[in-house]
């Protein structure tokens, strides 16, 4: 007899996880399959990364690391900030953990209390909600809209603030829909949140390295909220590093201590290679970052190119990350051979077993009606899964 938690019964399963092992499992029957449903790099991880980790290896780096990271790579994180964002912090500001995920839920377990609330802005990447659950705090959801660039405004957030607000949740470049938010957007944010002593900022910005329009801007740099900021990142997306589940945040020392305290009962340290050839990755050449986020400007605007095609879609332009994140509500309701697309996951699921094509329901992260589609793919598979889905709506009628 089953006796689960009601913890993990409130949970729900990844959407994302899913369809990505629902393509996998149509590929392993022989289906030529073009998964577009996941969110990393298609890149391997740059040869001085390897490097740095084979080094790492010979060198006998294979005992238990500091629960916050090694030092070295804590002063590597705080010269980022200083070179790249033009923000001071010292090493108790920082630590590693197994990846951004990993940093966000420390983070979210040591803020949130029961029944605090979390302003979430939608859509929103899948495990914002789920984390929240898990520190039983509340969600509180701010719809977007593709006419805004799926981006919240002053006024939502001021609107969306309660006696119980604990902290808002901003993620830019976003996951999943690519928009970045302006300086002058995250002024006015901050300028809301300054009225607001005991409202915290958890400020993804994993996709900070795949920025399309300037230099990343970082809410941490207003300085009447900068102490109440936590930042979110690693290395995952910017140096095609996902499976090296090396994330790290950067905030107030008290909180980072914290963090500190629960990872050292929960995981302790990172893993100590994967945490040498991060360092590799930070203090190394940066060509690589670059390289890729120029491959990835190009198979955005081919993905664009496409969608601009497709009768009654609207689709934002993406201002980072390697996502695009088109309404397709127009074809909710139609049908093919007597089947009827009732809903976005029907329509993911036809694209699938259809198009061969496997994207993500926009439900799954608050927007019904939309997709994502992953651009972090060859832009010769790019080219025929655009022609794949263009072939598979024209057959809905």
């Known amino acids: 007899m089953e006796q689960l938690s009601a913890r993990i019964k409130s949970l729900s399963p990844s959407a994302t996880i899913a369809m990505n092992q629902k393509g996998r499992e149509l590929k392993e029957k022989g289906v030529d399959v073009i998964n577009l449903s ?34 070295d790579l804590l002063k590597a994180i705080v010269d980022k900030f200083k070179r790249e964002n033009n923000l001071e912090y010292k090493p108790s500001n920082i630590m590693v953990s197994v990846g951004a995920k990993h940093s966000l839920a420390n983070v979210m ?10 302003i979430v802005p939608a859509p929103y990447w899948v495990s914002y909600a789920e984390q929240v ?10 719809d977007t809209t593709v006419e805004n660039e799926f981006k919240m405004s002053a006024q939502q957030l001021e609107d969306a603030i309660t006696p119980k607000t604990k902290a808002l949740l901003l993620c830019s470049p976003s996951n999943p829909t690519g ?4 300086r002058d ?30 230099g990343h801007e970082s809410i941490a740099q207003f300085e009447e909220i900068r102490e109440r900021v936590v930042i979110i990142n690693g290395v995952s997306k910017g140096y095609a590093m996902t499976g090296w589940r090396i994330g790290y945040m950067a905030g107030p020392d008290w909180l980072v201590k914290a ?30 970052v670059t390289e890729m986020r120029d491959a990835f400007l190009r198979r ?20 980072g990350a390697f996502y695009v994140f088109p309404d397709f509500s127009k074809y909710i309701g139609k049908s093919v051979n ?25 439900s799954a992260f608050g927007a019904d009606g939309c997709v994502r589609i992953s651009y972090a793919n060859s832009d010769e598979n790019l080219e025929k899964a655009m022609q794949r889905l263009k072939d598979a709506l024209a057959a809905l009628s």
């Open 179 to 182: 928009s970045v938010y302006t």
């Open 338 to 362: 007597g089947h009827k697309i009732e809903t976005d996951m029907d329509l993911c699921i036809y694209l699938l077993e259809v198009g061969h094509i496997a994207t993500v329901p926009g």
């Open 259 to 288: 963090c500190g305290k629960l990872q050292g009962q929960m995981t302790s340290g990172a893993t100590s290679i994967a945490m040498r050839a991060a360092l590799a990755a930070l203090t190394g050449d940066q060509a690589c």
């Open 185 to 214: 957007e995250l002024k006015a944010l901050a300028d809301v949140l300054a009225k607001h002593p005991n409202v915290y900022v958890i400020a993804d910005e994993i996709y900070e390295h795949i920025n399309f329009v300037g």
């Open 38 to 71: 996941v969110g990393e790099p298609d890149f391997s991880t740059p040869d001085h990364i390897h490097d740095a980790a084979r080094a790492a290896l010979d060198g006998n780096w294979d005992h238990y690391a500091p629960v916050a990271g090694y030092p």
């Open 300 to 319: 955005r605007d081919l993905i664009l190119g496409h969608m601009a095609q497709i009768d009654g879609v609207k689709c934002a332009t993406p201002g």
């Open 109 to 118: 377990m040591c803020l949130i209390d029961k029944g605090e609330e979390v």
């Open 133 to 142: 659950k898990i520190a039983e705090g509340v969600n509180v959801f701010v």
